[in-house]
T-cell receptor, first 114, second 113 residues
Framework: EPEVTQTPSHQVTQMGQEVILRCVPISNHLYFYWYRQILGQKVEFLVSFYNNEISEKSEIFDDQFSVERPDGSNFTLKIRSTKLEDSAMYFC????????????FGNGTRLTVT | QKEVEQNSGPLSVPEGAIASLNCTYSDRGSQSFFWYRQYSGKSPELIMSIYSNGDKEDGRFTAQLNKASQYVSLLIRDSQPSDSATYLC?????????????FGTGTRLTIIP
């Protein structure tokens, strides 16, 4: 079964550094998402992306965050200047066309900011 | 703000019994409802989706939806130790296929052998 893949599985970075989290969505999917989950808390929506542009973003997704689909397969989340509170699991997800097409999540990248 | 509420648990159920998980949501515009299972340190895994009022069964799992009461539940029959996980309720207000999920905090389920 096709799956969403994320790299790296664990990223450790120092506060103030830039990080790029990478995702390869399922190949025929059209919608791409980033969610995050701070340890012990709920899964939170960050951003959705369709047709090479952001379709919706949450309050969390401020100017420090950006997303890109640099080629036909990768989908990236960049955090320009990481803060301690950015430490979380970041999940990429994708979905196909039409109502009720379920989201498929990747295995996540655990980001630790020290 | 759209809210999805779940009892955080932990909910302990003997092996072989029925586990009942509940969820309420605040946004009457919500149209799609999902139950995800999440093992510790892993990503959410979709186990059930339901879109219309009533019951939907899939193997040992039954999802129940009552839009008038803004309530969705998940029953797990013949509970197994491998069902021990956190169960996340999630809802979507459909927006032209852009499916932004709003998650609850999850209910931690422990199946006791």
């Amino acid at each position: 079964e096709p799956e969403v893949t994320q790299t790296p599985s664990h990223q450790v970075t120092q506060m103030g550094q830039e990080v790029i989290l990478r995702c390869v969505p399922i190949s025929n999917h059209l919608y791409f998402y980033w969610y995050r989950q701070i340890l012990g808390q709920k899964v939170e929506f960050l951003v959705s992306f369709y047709n090479n542009e952001i379709s919706e973003k949450s309050e969390i997704f401020d100017d420090q965050f950006s997303v890109e689909r640099p080629d036909g397969s990768n989908f990236t989340l960049k955090i320009r200047s990481t803060k301690l509170e950015d430490s979380a699991m970041y999940f990429c997800a994708s979905s196909g066309w039409g109502d009720n097409s379920p989201l498929h999540f990747g295995n996540g990248t655990r980001l630790t900011v020290t | 703000q759209k809210e999805v509420e779940q009892n955080s648990g932990p909910l302990s159920v003997p092996e072989g019994a029925i586990a009942s998980l509940n969820c309420t949501y605040s946004d009457r515009g919500s149209q799609s409802f999902f139950w995800y299972r999440q093992y510790s340190g892993k990503s959410p895994e979709l186990i059930m989706s339901i879109y219309s009022n009533g019951d939907k069964e899939d193997g040992r799992f039954t999802a129940q939806l009552n839009k008038a009461s803004q309530y969705v539940s998940l029953l797990i029959r013949d509970s197994q130790p491998s069902d021990s996980a956190t169960y996340l309720c999630a809802v979507i207000e459909i927006n032209f296929g852009n499916e932004k999920l709003t998650f609850g905090t999850g209910t931690r389920l422990t199946i006791i052998p």
